[in-house]
């Protein structure tokens, strides 16, 4: 009962949701229309868009780890800085392709604290919005009405002279040899036993896209165990094609 008095759907009233949309008896309820999508997307998405031609992105935000045999991450900053570079310009054509033109923001020692304090408060915001929004069982509320912010970021995109701001977060998790044939006999031994097959590490991106009031206007999260590697550009731009592809459309 805790979860519903905070806007959320007990086991109870999903399966009696779910139970209605499978019997026909009703139309599918717009909140769970909008739980089955990849991305959420605020209400007055189109109508706040209309003002914005310049949308600015920042640097992102990519930790790439090598996990080892034993399950051990351990952080690589020579990877992650490949991983940004590969992020990013695959962000950048994919967008172009769709008829979003990025402009990419360059970060001076000025910027260094604000945009530190903006990725933290970014990562805030996208916990939250996964928690109440992606979450085997979601809050209604959230989902009838996404209205989650970051709080001004005018500053930032005046420097630029940007209208909207795209912000990336992801991380990917890179197997050493030795893990690469633990999993090879674990997938053996696991078509025979039936037991959980050793991981090949997992590779998530989430994108935002905000604007100058710091409103998320849409939001998308994705992530895989194996297949991408955010070092390797077909990769990356791979896996960034897959998230975009229902980016909203952006005047010129």
Partial sequence: MRCQRRGGLGPKALLAAVVLLTTGCVTTPDWYRKYQQPYRAHPDVHERLKSVKVVGVLPPDIKIYELSAGGVSDLRDDWSAAGRETVLKGLVEALEERGVVLKPLAVDRTMQAPLEDLTALYRAVSYSIVEHTYKRFPFQTKLENFDYSLGPVDDVLRRSRADALVIV????????????????????????????????????????????????????????????????????????????????????
Avoid: C, E, H, M
């Fill in 169 to 252: 977060y992801g991380i990917d998790q890179i197997s050493t040899t030795g893990r690469k044939a633990l999993r090879g006999v674990g997938l053996v031994l696991g078509s025979i036993t039936g037991q959980p097959v050793v991981s090949s590490g997992t590779t998530a991106l989430n994108i935002a896209l905000v604007d100058r009031s710091g409103a998320v206007l849409w939001y998308t999260i994705a992530g895989q165990d194996g297949g991408y590697d955010l070092r390797d550009p077909a990769s990356a731009r791979a896996f960034v094609q897959r998230l975009v592809a229902d980016f909203p459309s952006v005047a010129p």
